[in-house]
């Protein structure tokens, strides 16, 4: 066993978990913005709880892919051009939703809001599945040959390990939502949210915890076992703690549920990265995918500094906005007001002069 | 259309259109961040709105540039694979190391910046801006070491076939890096000058039209104030002050791309001869730069070309640094290429049905020739724009011209021209390779990739054309809402982007009424609500 493969193997299963924990709650709001909240300014809490800090999450996607390719370019080149139309469908996702967090608040008219609700709402599912079907299938093997390239037509990557990583990740991001929301509004929401979670959470964990045991089953390893069963243990206790109303042990229990899931499920599949489907002999694994000992202790150096140092300005961020969201301190929605009011220009410029047939337009904006 | 032909159009687009964001949200974020920071020194309101109205416009794109991004990072492995396989252990280093040391710091800090106006003092509030527009300033290095290491590979070894790095400090300290770095960050603030240069003259404008700013006797402007939100004197001053910075931005940007681009294309003329030939149209070799060439540039065949105004010894001049060195041109170029990397493309399965084809070693003489000319022309007509902008108001006064206010305007767009065309003349000008070779002593030998064997064998052109025309769609109808929306509230002023300016007028006039002038000032507190976020989506 090669150690810095090995490290980055560890690495890149860390930055998705981190991925997973962190956009695992803001891809749920996301799609709690159509399920669960009830009207606009439910909408605006629930936004205004990942406003600050659902960019940085979205950039552990974006470390993580980019760490695949500095460390595993094998991995990389064949998962992402073997996935080719669902990532494009997830990336198509992603930008609709970033897009939309920024401008739904920028015209202020009910239309314009619906449709940034639903490219949130749908944007966040989308790319919750697919993530979640993409991850599942490194997991569990694609139809690859012996370059990495995937043999079969555009959708020969299909499996129900899609399905079920797909479901994995959109039923877990709406509970870990939920236990984030009741731990990040106040008022109706965080109620709302609490019972909402402890009816929903004990049938939203199951699909990844099938993908936990079907991986288990596939390449466990009996300490692999041990991590499904603590992740058992840590769901349900998020589970009774929310009953209870420790909404924020109950959100931790919650990660920790993920943590162990991540964890069992990149331990079984270690050394393998991607197992072929079509011959075992395929296989890319942390040997023949990684790049040079050079490169990865390069990379391991910077980061050794870097990453701890990314959790802590996140951490701090999370602490200056640490204070529960609720509708009391939502502002009004401002009306869109134009440098130009038609009042002064009538007064100003001459009748039917150009300042008057310009008016209703630069008003009307 | 085969499968390259389609993943290189899709590239191409993505990428210049990702490109468009990036500059704005660079310039406009130095700019933003030496505002406040005069604002952070002397308190003054003018200062306060404009880091306000600039943000808002500046946030207003960035996140175009954020979503695009993403794009850019998954189509190495997805539409290119065996590129990535074949960079993998040197390339994709700056790609996560962009991640992890810039992508992070500026979404992050760019959290705070935006919802903490209130939650952080003010100087931690304003280095949480400086940290984040660092952050941009070091993802443009990170992605240009990247690239620049496809124009000249450096530190590495060649290991079964494929480039290992050996030196890590050669790949990111390479020349052809430290030259493009600043070329481009000047590039953004073009971009950044004449935005600001532009908007700025539409509200100088639109307050002179609206009978507010009016010409004193000596010819000065007197700033006036109207009962409209945020029209008053302080509004004046934040609009001439705009304008001036963006001039003289503007002035020097292009004074920065000039220099870094001379040093540039110094540097191209050694390390890929063909592309600066081609930008010449230069068959022959000589010492004469063109004006003004004619004939088929697309043919590819020199014979045709015909230069009808050349300037003797300029040429030597770019390349070389004197008037008299003869440069290389197409034709002596071309036997020298045929004689190190083949005629033919190899019969490897992994060219697919392009193994064997004969290689064409000039690249698009129509692009590379008219790309280079547009990206000098534009950047130069911005600068020129931007000193005749800064004489003409002189007096704090805008001509009441409707069209040159239209110009101001449409200048906007100029040094958004320069910059696409430098990065479709830079990039299509190093075909027929995706990795181009080094031809002098100072990269490393037989380091080079054909595109044709770049593209992912396993998707096929369907998929390809289905993702060109997905996200070539989505591109459009999203230029178009983020247009509209930039247009919308650059229209608005300072108040579109301080809600509260108008808030704070309404209330002001309405103590005033109720008792006659008394308790001014603290207008309109919002209360405790405001403590959670500063702003709210």
Redesign the interface.
Known sequence: MELLPTVWFVAIAVLWTGYLFLEGFDLGVGMLMKLFARNNTDR?VL??TV???W??N??W???A???T??????W??????????P??IV??A???R??A???????DTARWRTVWDWAIALGSFTAAFGIGAALALTTTGLP??S?????G??FAWFSGYALLGGFAVVAFALVHALAFLALKTDGDVRHRARRWFVRLAPLALLPLLAWMVALQLLSGKPLTWILVILGVLAGAAAWVLARKGAEGKAFGALGAFLVCATASIFCAAFPVVIPSTVNPAFNLTISNAS??A??LG??SI??AV??PL?IA??AW?YW??R???SA????AA?G??????AK??VG??APGG??AKHAPQ?AG? | MDALEIARWQFGITTVYHFMMVPLTIGLGLVVAVIQTLWYRTGKVEYLRMTKFWGKLFLINFIMGVATGIVQEFQFGMAWSEYSRFVGDVFGAPLALEALLAFFVESTFLGLWIFGWKQLKRGVHLACLWIAVIGSVFSAYFIIVANSWMQHPVGVTMVNGRPVMTDAWAVFTNNTAMVAVPHTLFGALAVAGAFLLGIAWYHLWRRRHDGIDTVGTDGRAVAGEADIPGRDKADYKVWITSLRIGAVVAMISFAGTAITGDMQGKLMFEQQPMKMAAAEAACHDGTGFSVLSIGNLGSKNCNDIVAVIEVPGILSFLAKGDFNTEVKGVNSLLDEYKAKYGTHLPNNPLYGDRAGQEIQYVPVMEVTYWGFRMMIGFGGIAALAALLALWVTRKGLVPQSRWIMRLAVFGILAPFGANAAGWIFTEMGRQPFVVAPNPDASGVDQVFMFTAAAVSPGVSAGELITSLVVLASIYAVLLVVEVRLLVKYARGGVVSAMPELAEARGSEKKEKKDDDGGTPGAPGQPGDSDDVLAFAY
């Open positions: 605006r936004l205004n406003g600050p800090v960019d940085g979205e950039v996607l974006l470390t892919a980019g760490a390719f500095a460390a595993f370019p094998m990389y080149a064949s998962l992402f051009s073997a996935l080719y139309l990532l494009l990336l198509v992603l930008i609709f970033a897009v967090f920024e401008y739904r608040g920028k015209v690859i040959d370059n990495g390239d995937r043999q037509g555009p790049s040079s050079y490169t390069l990379m910077v980061a870097g990453l990314v300005y996140q961020t200056v906005f204070r529960r969201v009391a301190h939502i502002p401002h869109f007001l134009p440098a130009i009011a002064v220009l100003h410029a150009p300042a630069d904006e």
